[in-house]
Each structure stands twice: as structure tokens, then as C-alpha cells.
């Protein structure tokens, strides 16, 4: 088999061609057997997969005499997959076997005359097709690091006149040659898809991790993807209105399937307090009991001085019992309106932060040390050291120097006095900065080309259409319709989730109100809002993700 020969070089050539333009691998394998059977005159061929070098599979049965092509499943009714690991004891194995175990050429003149193989599998072909299997020439397919991939089979080589031939050296050295070319393409197709499996593995890890951090934020980043697939196959398919002439390559896909896990990647620096953050004096633990403790001691300090002023006969016990009962009765609506204050639903009045001021002026007596039982970096951050140590008269509620950690501060009336929400400046300012994280930690992995959008997607999600959001204020003309699925699906899958210590479960219509809201305030595009209701996106995720409790009476035209 010359490759100088015109025929033989032309069938190289388009070889070459499909393989830089077909992405359909399977189609490929099947060309590069036709060829090389072509150019060493071969009757037929069998070409078998190696799976993970534990599964032999028939993939392609073809003989030109017998006008037999059968490909891929067809042929596991005359040829079962092998599971391999089986046969390597035996004592006789198939010629396809002992390719692999062997890793040999088997290059026979007449395959019944030699009985060193089971021949079984030709004997059945030959005598339901009326057939007579001759020459065979079998050999393993292998990767550049000596991985099999594939056991190629040609048979009954014939001349112009029809005669059985053998394969001599010249054709079998050919014919492995162009078969060769089978192991780069599958090498280069399991490398790819392995390297695939491993960044979505990675990629699910992270945000795993990222949901497993707090048991509250649950499976925020598992339910963002699922929500922005369904959002963008809605747009796609938009027969009318602007998104009419959407579309998305598979690389948009892809791209918007991986920044959706990896949307809030950055949150791996959130910390847990923060994100957890139930009520406004939340940080490990809610400090509300320590001042609960506080009110106790002012409640037996009145019953004290009640008590003392009865044995001395200062007043008559009634006016004494009315005076320690008024005093209780104040405490406990005191202690009742921080306690309501320090839980973020409802929206804090000037006339709420003068009350808390007022509150936080009412004294106690503290007798025991402050500076006992703390770590050397809670000492070292206490600047008036005998302060603390001396029993001293402090404030109901206080803001101390020893509240401001780094950036963070702990005050109590500080964080009392936030108007809305649990989350005070400085913790915003940190949740906001996950953003910022998030597209640092995406530049610096190298995405190949066709995922470059995927920072862009990621890093819009809680930007504005109006241009008030963040980190980057882009407007709606700035970003992606990708890039603005993304900020839907995430506010979507935030109101509808039961598991948030901040807020109630909401009803799919006070949710659907809220991003009403956000589309006539310029919050979230409005285009796809509409298709987002519309085709019903909310309740296709709703049926599936969220409680049943949650799902009540929809009209979708009160909410465009």
C-alpha cells in the first residue's frame, strides 16, 4: 500500500480536512476505518472501543460483499460488551481480546487453521451471513502514553479480480499507520472531556463548599443555575419582542452554565456571622441574651431597693408595691422593644432610634472584672484596662472601644440602630465586597476562549439596569442579556428560599410583587422580566424548588 500512490494520498488529504472540521468524533473514527480499509482492499472491518480499559465494545461492523454496515448499539445483539477485567484468566480469548492483553499485532493467513484463539465470534458471523472469514489482520489502537483506546479488525483483503489475499508487511504497516490517527483523535477526546469533568467537579466542589459554609444559604448555588437555564431557554425561544432574535451559541451556554455555580465564589471570604446574620445583635451567637441579663439585674435591683425600703418603713407597702410593680412593668417594655428592634423586618422610625438612645442611658452596676477569662487578643484590644477591671456603672445598651474589630463594628446600640435589614454598614460593605472576589478569583483562572464571557456573567449579578448596582454601576446597555439573566435568577432563588434565619418564607406572589417592583424601578431588566413571567419560568422552578406552601394563586397579567 504506497501512500506516494494518487488514490491513497487523496484519502490522506481528506482525512486531514475532517479531522480539523468534524466535531462529531464518532464520525471520524468511522471515515479513518473506511479509509484505511480502502487503501489495504480489505472485504470488511470491526472496530471496537476500549472503555476505561475495562469494556470492549463492537462499535462498527461493515463488509462490503455482504453490503453490512451496522454502527454503535446494532451491534451488541450479535456482539455483547465485553467486561474485560473477566477475560484475563481465560484460556482461550478472542483475537480482539488478546490485542489488548497483549498489546501484539495478529496478522493471520487463514484465522480456523490456527487454534490458539476462540474463534467463536467469525464461525457465528460467517454462518449466518453465508460468509468465509479468511486473513485477518488485528491490532490494539493505543494513545501517546500507551493507553488502548480501540481494537481495529480488517478482514479478506482481495485483488481486482476478487481473490482472498493476505496482509503482507508493506499493508500492515500502512494500514496501522493511518489506524493511528483513531488513537490521537480519542486520546485528544477523553483528555478534553476529562478535563471537562474535572472543571465541572471542581466547579460543583466550590460551590458546594460555598452553600455547606452556612447551613442557611443551603443550595443557593445549585438552584441559580437551574433557575438562569431556564430563564435563557425562555429568552431563546421568544417568538416576539425585543428578545425575538436572541440566541446563544453553545459557548454561551456553556459560559452561562459555569458562571451560575461560580457566581458566588467570592462568599468563601464572607464570614459565617455575617452571612448567617439572623438578627442585628447576631455575631457568634445573638447578644440579646447578654442584654436580657442586664434587664434581670435591673429587676432585682428594683425588687432589692423594694425590699430595703420596706424593712426601713420609707412608705406604706401598697404605694411600695405600686412603685416596684411600675418599675418592672417599664423595664419589661423596655426589654420588649429592643427585643422587636433587634429583629431586621420592619423598618426603624426616628422616633424608634431616639427610644433605643433614651433606653441605653438606663444604667446598672457591673461588679465582676471585664478582663478575666479572655484570649491575649481580647486583652490587647482593651485600651482602659482599669476601667474594665473595676466594678463600674454601665450602659443598658453600649457601644465600647473593644465593639470595633478591624473593620467591623460590634457595638450594640450601633447595630440596634440599623433602620433596616440585620446587616449594619461596615458587614454590607463586606457582603458587598464577595462581588469584587468573585471577579478576582475568575481572572485568575485561565478560562480557555470560548468561556471568556464567564467572568462578565458572573460578576453582573447584582448589578442594576438603572446603573445603582454593583461593584461596577454598569447600566442596562453595558451588560449582556446573559449577564442580566444571571441577576434575575439570583434575586429569584434568594426570595423564594425557606431556609434564610432573616426573613419569613414568602408566597410566590409576594415574591412575583417584589420583582414587579424591581422592574418599574429600573432593578432588573424589564424584557426579560416579562418573558420570565410569561412563559412561567417561576413556576417551573416552583413546582420543583420550593415548599408547597409557598405556591398559591398566580394570574400572570397582574405582574407584568
Avoid at 483528555?191 to 466542589?205: D, H, M, N
Amino acid at each position: 500500500m504506497p501512500l506516494n500512490n494518487s488514490r491513497n494520498l487523496s484519502a490522506i488529504l481528506e482525512l486531514n480536512d475532517l479531522l480539523l472540521s468534524e466535531e462529531d468524533h464518532s464520525i471520524v473514527v468511522e471515515k479513518i476505518m473506511d479509509t484505511a480499509a480502502n487503501m489495504c482492499d480489505a472485504d470488511g472491518y470491526f472496530f471496537y472501543n476500549v472503555n476505561d480499559e475495562k469494556f470492549l465494545t463492537l462499535s462498527y461492523c461493515v463488509n462490503k460483499s455482504l453490503r453490512i454496515c451496522r454502527k454503535g448499539s446494532e451491534n451488541l445483539v450479535y456482539a455483547p460488551t465485553i467486561f474485560l477485567p473477566e477475560c484475563k484468566n481465560k484460556e482461550q480469548r478472542s483475537i480482539a481480546e488478546n490485542c489488548f492483553f497483549t498489546k501484539e499485532i495478529i496478522n493471520l493467513s487463514n484465522i480456523y487453521a490456527n487454534t490458539q484463539y476462540d474463534n467463536s465470534f467469525f464461525a457465528e458471523f460467517d454462518e449466518s451471513n453465508d460468509y468465509a472469514t479468511v486473513s485477518i489482520l488485528s491490532f490494539p489502537i493505543m494513545t501517546r502514553k500507551g493507553y488502548i483506546v480501540g481494537i481495529a479488525q480488517f478482514v479478506n483483503p482481495r485483488d481486482e479480480s476478487g481473490r482472498t489475499l493476505t496482509f503482507t508487511q508493506d499493508v500492515q504497516a500502512g494500514t496501522i499507520s493511518v489506524c493511528n490517527l483513531i488513537g490521537i483523535l480519542l486520546e485528544n477526546k477523553n483528555l478534553t472531556e476529562a478535563y471537562g469533568q474535572l472543571l465541572e467537579s471542581f466547579i460543583e466542589v466550590l460551590a458546594r463548599a460555598i452553600d455547606a459554609k452556612s447551613p442557611y444559604t443551603g443550595a443557593h448555588c445549585q438552584r441559580v443555575p437551574v433557575i438562569a437555564r431556564l430563564l435563557a431557554t425562555a429568552a431563546v425561544q421568544a417568538d416576539s419582542g425585543p428578545l425575538k432574535d436572541f440566541e446563544m451559541s453553545p459557548d454561551d451556554w456553556y459560559a452561562l452554565h459555569i458562571a451560575s455555580w461560580l457566581h458566588d465564589c467570592g462568599k468563601v471570604t464572607t464570614p459565617e456571622y455575617i452571612v448567617d446574620k439572623a438578627t442585628k445583635l447576631e455575631t457568634i451567637y445573638n447578644r440579646i441574651h447578654e442584654i436580657r441579663n442586664r434587664f434581670e439585674i435591673l429587676r432585682r435591683d428594683a425588687h432589692i431597693d423594694y425590699l430595703k425600703k420596706r424593712l426601713k418603713n420609707i412608705d406604706t407597702q401598697e404605694h411600695l408595691q405600686a412603685e416596684f410593680v411600675h418599675k418592672v412593668k417599664e423595664l419589661e417594655k423596655d426589654y420588649d422593644f429592643v427585643a422587636r428592634c433587634n429583629i431586621g423586618d420592619n423598618e426603624l422610625t426616628q422616633e424608634d432610634i431616639t427610644e433605643l438612645e433614651r433606653i441605653s442611658r438606663i444604667t446598672f452596676m457591673r461588679y465582676f472584672s471585664r478582663m478575666k477569662g479572655l484570649s491575649w487578643a481580647e486583652r490587647d484590644h482593651i485600651k482602659d484596662v482599669e476601667a474594665n477591671d473595676k466594678p463600674n456603672l454601665e450602659n443598658l445598651l453600649q457601644n465600647r472601644a473593644d465593639h470595633l474589630f478591624d473593620k467591623y463594628n460590634r457595638g450594640e446600640l450601633y447595630n440596634l440602630e440599623v433602620k433596616r435589614g440585620t446587616i449594619n454598614k461596615e458587614e454590607r460593605e463586606k457582603i458587598n465586597e464577595h462581588i469584587v472576589v468573585t471577579i478576582d478569583m475568575l481572572k485568575a483562572l485561565p478560562f480557555p476562549k470560548e468561556l471568556s464571557k464567564v467572568v462578565e456573567y458572573a460578576g453582573a449579578h447584582h448589578e442594576r439596569v438603572d446603573g445603582k448596582g454593583y461593584p461596577n454601576g454598569l447600566k442596562g446597555d453595558q451588560m449582556s442579556i446573559p449577564a442580566k439573566i444571571m441577576a434575575i435568577a439570583d434575586i429569584f432563588e434568594a426570595l423564594t428560599a425557606n431556609d434564610r434565619p432573616y426573613k419569613e418564607p414568602k408566597k410566590l406572589s409576594e415574591v412575583l410583587k417584589i420583582m414587579q417592583g424591581m422592574k418599574n424601578s429600573g432593578h432588573i431588566d424589564p424584557d426579560l422580566y416579562k418573558v420570565f413571567i410569561t412563559s412561567q419560568v417561576y413556576m417551573d422552578y416552583a413546582e420543583q424548588y420550593i415548599s408547597p406552601e409557598q405556591i398559591d394563586e398566580i394570574n400572570p397579567d397582574d405582574y407584568l
